[in-house]
Every structure is written in C-alpha cells, then in structure tokens.
C-alpha cells in the first residue's frame, strides 16, 4: 500500500450538520465522547497501511488543523504523514473549491509529484471500519480505472442514493442520481453477482455508491484535466467516464452510516450504546480509530445513576440521574440533572472550583450543566453552559426551529445546543 495516495474530501460548508458545523470544519466535529469524524477515514487508512493522507477542506479549518498536527505526527523514519489543504485562490484558480472533483483538480499539481500506483477518494462524514488494502487490490486484479465501493440496499432507502447497475463481472454499466418511482425500478439488479445469497440479493436489489473510489493515478489525472467544467466525482467525473474506461463495483458488507445530518449523527452516536452489541463498535484492537491523546484525569462519578451510556474521560457527575447518553471529555454535570436520550460533546477546559463558585454567586452560568436540570433528547455542543433549572425536553414536539440568537437550533425535533452558547437559570425550551 506504499503506492497508494489518500485523498479526504472535508466536504463544503457541512449545512445539513448546521449548527455542529458553525465554528469548526465538518471533519472536525465531535464524534462518540472522545473522537472527531475525521479520525474515522484517517484510522482505516493506517489500519490499512495506506500512510501519505491529505485532507482538503475550506471551511473554518483551525480546529481540524490543531486536531491533526497533534495526533498523526509519523516517525521521521516513514514516509507517513496526515496534511490539512485548505483551499486557496491562485491566478489559475480564483474560486473555491466548487465541488469534490474540483478541489482535488486544484491540488492535482501536488499530488502528482508523488510517484504513486493508485489515488484512494475518501469522505469525511461516515462512520464505517474499512480495509482499504482490500478495495485497492480488488481495483488492482480486476484491471479496472476505476473502483467504487458500493452497499447493497432495499427499495426504502434507495432514492436517497447514487445507484448502479453492473454486469455479470461487477463491472459498472449505468448510474442514476437518487432515481424515484419508474426510474428506481429500473435500477434493481441481481445483486448475488456480487456475493450476497438469493434471501439477501431478493431484500436488497440496490446497489449504492459509498462515494469513496480508487483511480489508477494517470486515469484520475487525464479525466479532471480534460474536463475543467466537471466539479463532482459520483454526478458527473464518474458517469462520464464510464463509456471509455473500465469502471468496477467494490462490494463492502460491514457496517456503514453517512452521519452527515443531525439527525443521522445524532442516531449513530447514541447506537453506539446499544446492546449487547452495537452496530459499530470502537472496541477492536485489531483495528483501532485512533485520535489526540489527552492526558484527562479518569470520570469522577459521585452518587449517580448511570444506564446504558458512554462517558469520555475526565467528566464530573455528581447525583445525577443519566440514561443513554454519550458524554464527552470534561463533561461536568450538577447535582439533581436527569440527562436522557443526548449527546453532550463536553469541554475543552476546566473551571476551577473557585471561579465557578464566583460565576454562581454573581449570577453568571459556569461551564457545564447546572443543578436541577432535565435534559431530553439533545445535543449539547462543546463548552455549553446551561444554568441552573434548567428544561431542555421539546415538550411541545416542534420539529424545526431557529432560535440561533438564543443559543440553540431545532433539527427533526432535537434540540441542539450551540457551541459556548450560554443558557441562563430557569430556561425552559
């Protein structure tokens, strides 16, 4: 896997994660108590020993640049490394990146000058676990240009997706973007080509496009060269290039969520507590996802009741009532809180006790959750301070709303609470 270049696409400015997305980069937004959405891709391509990555992005770039400069630092006896490239006007290229395919044409000078075999395009907002080294030489037998990695699906949720046909060697021959009545049904194929048995080719008569490819390096080069107009790889690079070039199917059968909406994010995040065995599991030492160490005292937790949750290191609970959740790195919660059903990305530093004590006495709202406050079905961004009696429980089932100058948003009725957003004493939302 020395000949193989990794390419993250960050994606644009993350609007269907908005407000997670308002002060950081979508592949850095917290994922899981502890990790951040870009380790996902990062920690499959070490595991996969695919070790020159670079990541491009344009939006609100520091915090994915700190994240990345202080957890993938290789030995300096490797040719590994993990890059941030943000986009950059140039005289050639005044705009920003207008597309996936676009951004990586306009690092295309950079990427060529690494004597490489094969380009792997990977996305920043799903959670799956991956052996590249499989998708690669899956493209390196079968001769292909290019590879995509697809998922089997059912008729549900099949409009959502990029859909392909193949023939009887898994090679692709149609695409159809999100296809619905008449035009879906045309794009069932008898997906036991690729492996499935007959019950599961019968359940799941789609196949969908991860949006993660390999491109033999001169092939990826000539077809974004040759059409400048072209900015995105599944709706136009790929379906162009399909009469010309050998285009095969990648068949993966794990586990794979695009976690690009709050709801989808919200969803997976709080699965990962499921049991007794959640879908996704960050709990393989075969293959780790690795993430910026810490250094966090361990979770303080003082008369609580705590079922069936996930809590990152160095929290602070005191008697408090908390049921499926997923609390982050120095999540502190006051006594008498019931926290139900959320996610709480937690802090990035700690108050001590003194100047909290000074912020309650004056009136101000410390960092964290504050005494005698419920909590319901939420997300509560980094470095929150919600005050004291506190409501936080949607208890008249809106289902969008925005209250941004307030300090929190509505998405398919979960409330999410802004980055450093302040919630005052006696709120109720």
């Not at 049921?323 to 502190?332: A, E, I």
Request: aromatic residues 10%.
């Amino acid at each position: 896997m020395k000949r193989v270049l990794s390419i993250i696409l960050g994606g644009g400015a993350g609007t269907r994660l908005y407000p997670l997305t308002k002060l950081r980069a979508k592949p850095a937004v917290p994922l899981a108590g502890k990790y951040r959405l870009i380790d996902i891709p990062i920690s499959n391509c070490i595991n996969s020993e695919i070790l020159k990555i670079y990541v491009l992005t344009q939006f609100n770039s520091a915090s994915l640049n700190r994240h990345i400069s202080k957890a993938y630092n290789f030995s300096g006896f490797s040719d590994g490394f993990v890059e941030v490239l943000a986009a950059q006007q140039t005289k050639e290229n005044p705009d920003w990146f207008q597309g996936t395919a676009d951004a990586v044409r306009q690092y295309l000078w950079l990427f060529e000058e690494w004597d490489v075999d094969e380009y792997i395009i990977l996305s920043g907002d799903h959670l799956y676990r991956m052996d590249y080294s499989k998708f690669v030489q899956h493209h390196r037998d079968t001769n292909a240009d290019i590879t995509i990695s697809v998922v089997p699906i059912d008729e549900q949720k099949a409009s959502a997706f990029g859909l392909m046909k193949i023939d009887d060697n898994g090679r692709i021959i149609s695409f159809s973007e999100k296809p619905e009545g008449e035009a879906l049904k045309q794009m069932a194929v008898d997906t036991s080509i690729l492996g499935l048995n007959p019950e599961q080719a019968k359940e799941k008569p789609y196949i969908a496009s991860m949006g993660i490819y390999v491109f033999k390096k001169e092939v990826l080069e000539k077809l974004l060269r040759q059409n400048p107009n072209q900015t995105d790889f599944g709706k136009e690079v790929i379906p162009f290039a399909a009469k010309d070039h050998r285009i095969q199917a990648y068949l993966y059968k794990g586990y794979w969520e695009d976690i690009g909406t709050i709801e989808a994010f919200y969803d997976a995040n709080l699965a990962l507590t499921n049991q007794p065995q959640p879908d996704f599991s960050f709990y393989d030492e075969k293959a780790p996802i690795y993430t910026r160490s810490r250094y966090l005292p361990p979770t303080k937790l003082l008369n609580s009741n705590v079922t069936q949750s996930i809590i990152g290191e160095g929290c602070i609970i005191k008697e408090c009532r908390i049921n499926h959740c997923v609390l982050g790195v120095r999540t502190r919660i006051e006594n008498n809180c019931i926290v139900e059903d959320t996610l709480v990305m937690g802090a990035d530093f700690y108050e001590p006790f003194s100047v909290r004590k000074s912020k309650i006495e004056q009136g101000s709202v410390p960092v964290g959750i504050g005494a005698n406050s419920t909590i319901r079905r939420a997300i509560i961004d980094k470095n929150a301070r919600i005050g004291q009696n506190v409501i936080i429980t949607n208890k008249d089932r809106v289902e969008e709303a925005n209250r941004e100058d307030e300090g929190f948003l509505i998405r398919n009725g979960i409330i999410v609470i802004i980055k450093n957003a302040v919630i005052p004493d006696n709120t109720v939302i």
